[in-house]
């Protein structure tokens, strides 16, 4: 039973360019967010999306988007790239119904922005 | 608003001997509190969970944790430390109010030395 799948593993962008990261959840979750965690600091929560829409934002400029697909996979999106965007990109799926319990969270996408 | 805080970005700790990760909260209600343990290049993997009950909570690989309501606290605990045990342990704690996201403590870098 595959876990949370994220792709690529490492990604190096220029500053002001734009990056997609992807998503596969665990095999019978429906809910998919993502977290941001920069050197040194814990994770922090971007958004939240079940049913294709999203449900919840954390504190993050409107260059961050996603987006949930039919199969639940998802990918987030980040635009005009900054420096300090280079973190590792955390994916966490579970159930929405489930209250919370079960999330697994991936290995991580580590964006590097030059 | 939800919070917890780790007060301690470094713990050394010879192996053979017990360990203790501190993690304090803030939350409104009854808190639903997570340790999560990472490795390099690693996402992050749950340890164990206090949801209700019991204050003495059994985790992987022989962790525990205990839950201090009075003290608004929730320390992780291992009786007798593994050089494996060396990693960055994250406290979090799950808002239920906000799809049930997660907010995590800065982390605690444990080395257990030979």
């Known amino acids: 039973d595959a876990g949370v799948t994220q792709s690529p593993t490492h990604l190096i962008k220029t500053r002001g360019q734009q990056v997609t990261l992807r998503c596969s959840p665990k095999?019978?979750?429906?809910?998919v967010s993502w977290y941001q965690q920069a050197l040194g600091q814990g994770p922090q929560f971007i958004f939240q999306?079940?049913?294709?829409?999203e449900r919840q934002r954390g504190n993050f400029p409107d260059r961050f988007s996603g987006h949930q697909f039919p199969n639940y996979s998802s990918e987030l999106n980040v635009n005009a790239l900054l420096l300090g965007d280079s973190a590792l990109y955390l994916c966490?799926?579970?159930?929405w119904g489930g209250g919370g319990y079960g999330y697994t969270f991936g290995s991580g996408t580590r964006l590097t922005v030059v | 608003a939800q919070s917890v805080a780790q007060p301690e970005d470094q713990v050394n700790v010879a192996e053979g001997n017990p360990l203790t990760v501190k993690c304090t909260y803030s939350?409104?209600?009854?808190?639903?509190l997570f340790w999560y343990v990472q490795y390099p290049n690693r996402g992050l993997q749950f340890l164990l969970k206090?949801?209700?009950?019991?204050?003495l909570v059994k985790g992987s690989y022989g962790f525990e944790a205990e839950f201090n309501k009075s003290q608004t606290s929730f320390h992780l605990k291992k009786p007798s430390a593994l050089v494996s045990d060396s990693a960055l342990y994250f406290c979090?704690?799950?808002?239920?109010?906000?799809?049930?996201?997660?907010?995590f403590g800065t982390g605690t870098s444990l080395t257990v030395i030979p």
């Open positions: 999306y079940y049913e294709e829409e």
């Open positions: 979090a704690v799950r808002d239920r109010e906000a799809g049930n996201q997660f907010y």
């Open positions: 939350v409104s209600g009854n808190p639903y």
């Open positions: 095999s019978g979750h429906d809910t």
């Open positions: 206090y949801i209700t009950g019991d204050n």
């Open positions: 966490a799926s579970g159930n």
